[in-house]
Nanobody
Framework: QVQFVESGGGLVQPGGSLRLSCAAS????????MGWYRQAPGKERELVGT????????YYVDSVKGRFTISRDNTKTTVYLQMSSLKPEDTTVYYC???????????WGQGTQVTVSS
């Protein structure tokens, strides 16, 4: 079955960096675009960015543009989110999914918590 396992979260000081990983399984990863999403308590899940199936193109929302980088390794069926210049407002749980499944609200993993605090 489809599964996403996010990891790499933790506590980091403002201005610091973290690299999140998302191991995917149960579908044809190499032909699927992937996205990173985040959801703060009491708020709707929001898009962070997406990457096409080959990894040649990525899109970012304005709030993370220039600070976050999405990459992928199709041989490992894993997508990454490199986060730098982290801000307290980046504190939340981060998830990965394919954009189409995210739109349908299915196959969410457990997410990984990122806390930016001094």
């Amino acid at each position: 079955q489809v599964q996403f396992v996010e990891s790499g979260g933790g506590l980091v000081q403002p201005g610091g960096s973290l690299r999140l990983s998302c191991a995917a399984s149960g579908f044809d990863f190499s032909t699927s675009a992937m996205g990173w999403y985040r959801q703060a308590p009491g708020k709707e899940r929001e898009l962070v960015g997406t990457i096409n199936n080959s990894g040649s193109f990525a899109y970012y929302v304005d709030s993370v543009k220039g600070r976050f980088t999405i990459s992928r390794d199709n041989t490992k069926t894993t997508v990454y989110l490199q986060m730098s210049s982290l801000k307290p407002e980046d504190t939340t749980v981060y998830y990965c999914n394919t954009p189409s499944w995210a739109y349908r609200g299915v196959y969410w993993g457990q997410g990984t918590q990122v806390t930016v605090s001094s």
